[in-house]
């Protein structure tokens, strides 16, 4: 395995809009190794999403943690990851939904983001099979999330009110004090 370093805000692969992969691409032993790789990374990093440009290869490949919204006690999944290739979002239903943000590539940094509630993603597997999940909620915020990568998007660029982009220590602070404002949180 191949140890992955998680560039951040201000690398230009992040701001990039990602290939394409084809399907010979899918089935090659470098996406293979990259997805294992890719998961280790995410980890190592406490996150539940992580998009191939946040580990600098600007690919449209996004893996999410499948076991991020499961209860505790319930038993994990196999592979505890889903794999999005070549994904595309639908809005099944516009009305926002707002939470704290946090992103593996913007360290130290949360942001009150307003999403659509409840999408649908079309998408390849790993296998390259096509394969269509719809999200609602917090799920389909952290889909969102992670498939901005592929678009060249950060959270920060979807905040409106700019006065909720907070420190970490300081975002804790502010919902103890402000408890109304607490949503959850995601960081990928």
């Known amino acids: ?7 951040k805000m201000g690398h230009p692969t992040l701001r990039k809009v990602a290939r394409e992969l084809t399907l010979e691409e899918i089935h ?3 996406i293979k190794n990259l997805i294992q790789d890719m998961y280790k990374a995410m980890q190592e990093a406490t996150g539940i999403g992580l998009a191939a440009p946040q580990v ?5 490949m996004a893996l999410i ?7 505790e006690d319930a038993p994990p999944q196999d592979p505890p990851y889903e794999v999005y290739i070549n ?10 939904s707002g939470h704290w943000e946090g992103c593996l590539s913007v360290p130290g940094l949360r942001g009150f983001v307003e999403r659509p509630r409840h999408v ?3 998408y390849l597997d790993q ?9 609602q909620d917090f799920k389909a915020v952290v889909l969102q999330h992670e498939l901005d990568h592929l678009i060249g998007k950060l959270y920060v660029d979807r905040i409106t009110d700019r006065t909720k982009l907070l420190y970490e220590e ?5 919902l103890k004090e402000n408890p109304k404002e607490e949503g959850k949180s995601l960081e990928d």
């Open 56 to 60: 600098n290869y600007s690919l449209s």
């Open 28 to 30: 090659s032993g470098f």
């Open 120 to 122: 649908r993603v079309d």
């Open 1 to 7: 395995m191949k140890k992955l370093k998680i560039i």
């Open 65 to 71: 943690d499948r076991n991020f919204d499961e209860p």
């Open 87 to 96: 994904p595309k979002i639908t809005v099944v239903d516009p009305t926002l």
């Open 127 to 135: 296998e390259g099979r096509p394969k269509s999940v719809e999200a």
């Open 170 to 174: 300081e975002w804790e602070s502010y």
